[in-house]
């Protein structure tokens, strides 16, 4: 199982802007997608963000469209989430997440078989 490290989390204030990055152990192509998740105290695990790692193909929640873009370097083995004009609403431990299977858009948490430990991300009001 791919070992999946976050880093770039911290704390903002509103209408700030962070980058997280997500390196896998080994060699993406073994992967058919990667994706960002996060979860806030008290409520579940919901998606973020998206990419096909081939085709780039991206992917985003409705809350995100427009101010987060999630990249990825192939020679690096890295996905990015560049979040920008944040909100307080978008406080949350987030996880980098990798799929091995065909993928065409789920938001499900479930479809995911790899996982990070999670990075905090706080935005202050």
């Known amino acids: 199982q791919v070992q999946l490290v976050e880093s770039g989390g911290g704390l903002v204030q509103a209408g700030g802007s962070l980058r997280l990055s997500c390196t896998a152990s080994?060699?993406?192509?073994?992967?058919?997608?990667m994706a960002w998740f996060r979860q806030a105290p008290g409520k579940e695990r919901e998606f973020v963000a998206a990419i096909r790692w081939s085709s780039g193909i991206t992917y985003y929640r409705d809350s995100v469209k427009g101010r987060f873009t999630i990249s990825r370097d192939n020679a690096k083995n890295t996905v990015y989430l560049q979040m920008n004009s944040l909100k307080p609403e978008d406080t949350a431990v987030y996880y980098c997440?990798?799929?091995?299977?065909?993928?065409?858009?789920?938001?499900?948490?479930?479809?995911?078989?790899?996982w990070g430990q999670g990075t905090q991300v706080t935005v202050s009001s």
């Open positions: 997440a990798a799929r091995r299977d065909y993928y065409s858009g789920s938001q499900s948490w479930s479809d995911f078989d790899s």
């Open positions: 080994e060699r993406t192509f073994s992967y058919y997608a």
